[in-house]
């Protein structure tokens, strides 16, 4: 069965903010649907779907009446992509590169705003200790990058490159890989 890219009805990319949890990064829809979804409620309780529990059994995809929708996870985030609805078997290949292009393009377009400089952070609001605490609790049994770390918890890069340094002089992390301009980390 050839699989043709106008069969994705649309895509989105659901992070994980530590303290909110999951939240939609960005959503686009590629063609008109028959079916009206709140993309809020229902991507939060999607999230959960495929991120909780046991992660040797999460679903690659789930099946609506109406469309279906495959998801891809990269650290925390997922990236959901709805299909209009037939024959998966063959196409989850095809769909995870689709799934990694939407998430490179959208990464290079946040790198090109223009974002605002973090407010000087006061010693009493943020507590490092609990920051790398959970940032080795993250980088358990994952890899996750320094852009994606610095997201979730706010920081600037500097605060970031700041606390992964400790870390890593602690030998409490490791660095894993470097893809583009991204360094990748783990739990030792």
Not at 45 to 59: I, K
Not at 119 to 142: C, F, G, H
């Given at each position: 069965?050839?699989?043709?890219?106008?069969?994705?009805?649309?895509?989105?990319?659901?992070?994980?903010?530590?303290?909110?949890?999951?939240?939609?990064?960005?959503?686009?829809?590629?063609?008109?649907?028959?079916?009206?979804?709140?993309?809020?409620?229902?991507l939060m309780?999607?999230?959960?779907?495929?991120?909780?529990?046991?992660?040797?059994?999460?679903?690659l995809a789930?099946?609506?009446?109406?469309?279906?929708?495959?998801?891809?996870?990269?650290?925390?985030?997922?990236?959901?992509?709805?299909?209009?609805?037939?024959?998966?078997?063959?196409?989850?290949?095809?769909?995870?590169?689709?799934?990694?292009e939407l998430?490179?393009?959208?990464?290079?377009?946040?790198?090109?705003?223009?974002?605002?400089?973090?407010?000087?952070?006061?010693?009493?609001?943020?507590?490092?200790?609990?920051?790398?605490?959970?940032?080795?609790?993250?980088?358990?049994?994952?890899?996750?990058?320094?852009?994606?770390?610095?997201?979730?918890?706010?920081?600037?890069?500097?605060?970031?490159?700041?606390?992964?340094?400790?870390?890593?002089?602690?030998?409490?992390?490791?660095?894993?890989?470097?893809?583009?301009?991204?360094?990748?980390?783990?739990?030792?």
């Open positions: 069965m050839n699989f043709t890219e106008n069969e994705i009805i649309g895509a989105a990319l659901i992070g994980f903010d530590m303290i909110e949890g999951p939240n939609i990064r960005w959503y686009r829809q590629f063609q008109d649907a028959e079916f009206e979804i709140d993309m809020e409620n229902f309780n999607f999230y959960l779907s495929f991120r909780g529990g046991d992660e040797s059994l999460q679903p789930i099946l609506y009446q109406d469309f279906y929708i495959v998801a891809f996870p990269r650290g925390l985030e997922l990236c959901c992509l709805f299909l209009k609805p037939g024959d998966l078997s063959n196409k989850i290949w095809r769909l995870n590169q689709i799934a990694t998430i490179l393009q959208m990464d290079k377009m946040e790198d090109q705003q223009p974002s605002n400089p973090a407010p000087a952070v006061d010693a009493n609001i943020m507590d490092y200790d609990e920051i790398k605490r959970i940032v080795v609790s993250l980088l358990n049994d994952q890899e996750i990058s320094t852009p994606e770390l610095k997201r979730y918890f706010k920081l600037s890069n500097s605060e970031i490159w700041r606390v992964m340094s400790q870390l890593e002089e602690a030998n409490a992390v490791l660095r894993t890989e470097k893809r583009g301009r991204a360094q990748f980390w783990t739990a030792v």
